[in-house]
């Protein structure tokens, strides 16, 4: 594998279970086993009833495009060869919204609305990222 | 506030800046010298009576209050410092209210000051992005894991909600960026000056769409500084205090998004019908929107202004892309915004230029862009916050 030039995710103890998840290609988030809520990014605690008891939970994967936008001007070297890229932000059937890149799709093709569903993308040996493509469901 | 009521119990006695440019090739340190020194002179003041100060962002690209003072001779009571957001000019100047008032000090210089100059592009964003790498992200909707970084790109993506929300444009956007530079025009410190038009606007280059160059604000270096103090100590300086008559806190939470109000559904954001009712700033100064003779708003990004406008209640939620047309928000229009120019065209200084504005129009020194017989005048931000002046 070519060497990874993006960035790197900053592990903490905390959300450490959310990328392990995803390099078993599940994704997972923390769910209140108290009120059932389903909150991202990981919390020490449910952010609706301060439960600490809560299981890493795998979820649909499916989810809505928020809101996105499109880089044209270059950050970072890793990501300078794609530009124009997009960043979307996905609303998930669960709740939560996370940040991520939209595959499969052209840029001028996004919409608000959308369905989408999780791309496990190896990018190195110990990292997987939630990518997310068109989806007919 | 029965206990402790502040308004109009204190007040700003003086206002000053350094030059502001996009190549000063001075440090911040140098540039808040300058700016406290002329703030202290505007005020009549002298550096012996000045005992608190509260700086907002600092180093390493500003200045922090813990090398002001020692460096400039200063003898402080009460310090303290934000850390490095723009967000935080109205907080400042409440807590300096708070301690005037409490007693723990008698004169508070509020400040930010910050050198870019020797910074290279792109000075935001990327691989210096450091918020980006903190525990839960960055405040600006940051995730350099998928090459979301600056703060511009988290204005872009509330500009894309708004837009797919309400169904308005880049092109009506633009009525922000023209407006503020036709002001800057008018000031001679003011580092873009030369008039820009919608289709300016629309030809600038994508920077993170839809937001475009124009939509971006400047990157340079300066600083400004504001002296709080009691209303009855100022009555007593050399020019007319600006009372503060309102101010509204900084809220946090899960339903904040710093670029966006409730409701519009940006990072954890609910999605509602947000309202904005009456905001506790104007129940505490007593006034409405009618007596608001001009506003004032961070505008690092264009789009902040309109979110400024709908979540103080100047217009309904999706109505500020069309509020700010036809010269509504422009000298002489019904609602004249950040007539300095804003960070849009004055420069960046932190939101702190935008106060040392108020101060002048309030006192009618504003000259060929004096808002005529300006009495109450408001500072209220996309993120929630807000002060209202009145002379």
Known sequence: MAQYLKPLPTITPLNQPYWDSLRRHELRMQRCDKCARVWYPPSPLCPRCWSRQFSWTPLSGRGRVSSWVVFHQPYFKGFESEIPYNVAEVELDEGPRLMTNLVGIANHDIRAGMRVEVVYDDVTADLTLARFKPSTS | ?391
């Open chain 2, 1 to 391: 506030m029965a206990s402790f009521d502040l308004k109009d119990k204190t007040a700003i006695a003086g206002a000053g800046s350094s030059p502001f440019g996009r190549k000063l090739h001075r440090s911040p340190i140098d540039l808040a010298a300058e700016a406290i020194a002329n703030a202290l002179d505007d005020a009549g003041l002298g550096r012996d009576q000045l005992d608190g100060m509260i700086v907002s962002f600092g180093s390493p690209l500003g200045a922090d209050v813990d090398t002001i003072a020692p460096l400039l001779g200063l003898k402080l009571r009460a310090y303290s410092q934000t850390w490095a957001h723009g967000r935080f000019t109205a907080s400042c100047i409440q807590w300096a209210s708070m301690m005037v008032c409490a007693g723990l000090a008698n004169a508070v210089a509020c400040l930010g000051s910050w050198s870019l100059s020797h910074i290279r592009r792109p000075k935001f964003g990327g691989a210096g992005d450091r918020e980006g790498a903190r525990e839960a992200g960055g405040g600006h909707g940051e995730d350099p894991v998928f090459g979301m970084t600056s703060p511009g790109a988290g204005a872009a993506l509330v500009a894309r909600r708004y837009f797919e929300r309400y169904g308005a444009n880049s092109r009506q956007l633009a009525s922000v960026p023209v407006a503020f530079r036709k002001h800057a025009a008018l000031n001679p410190n003011a580092i873009m000056r030369a008039p820009i038009t919608v289709d300016d606007h629309q030809a600038s280059r994508l920077v993170c769409e839809p937001l475009r160059l124009l939509d971006y604000c400047l990157v340079n270096d300066g600083a400004a500084c504001v002296i709080v103090t009691t209303a009855e100590r100022a009555r007593d300086l050399r020019k007319p205090p600006v009372y503060i008559s309102g101010m509204q806190p900084l809220p946090g939470g899960a339903e904040e998004f710093i670029w966006s109000y409730p409701g519009l559904g940006v990072a954890q954001q609910s999605v509602f019908d947000y309202d904005a009712g009456v905001q506790p700033v104007y129940r505490m100064a007593g006034v409405t929107h009618k007596d608001i003779d001009a506003l004032f708003t961070y505008d690092a990004f264009s789009i902040l202004a309109w979110i400024a406008l709908e979540r103080f209640g100047f217009c309904k939620p999706g109505e500020a892309a069309a509020f700010t047309q036809d010269g509504r928000i422009e000298l002489g229009g019904e609602l004249p915004m950040n007539t300095n120019g804003g960070l849009l065209s004055e420069g960046h200084i932190l939101g702190w230029a935008h106060q040392v504005e108020i101060v002048r129009q309030l006192r009618g020194e504003c000259g060929p862009r004096q808002i005529r017989g300006a009495e109450v005048i408001q500072w209220a931000n996309c993120y929630g916050d807000s002060m209202i002046y009145r002379n």
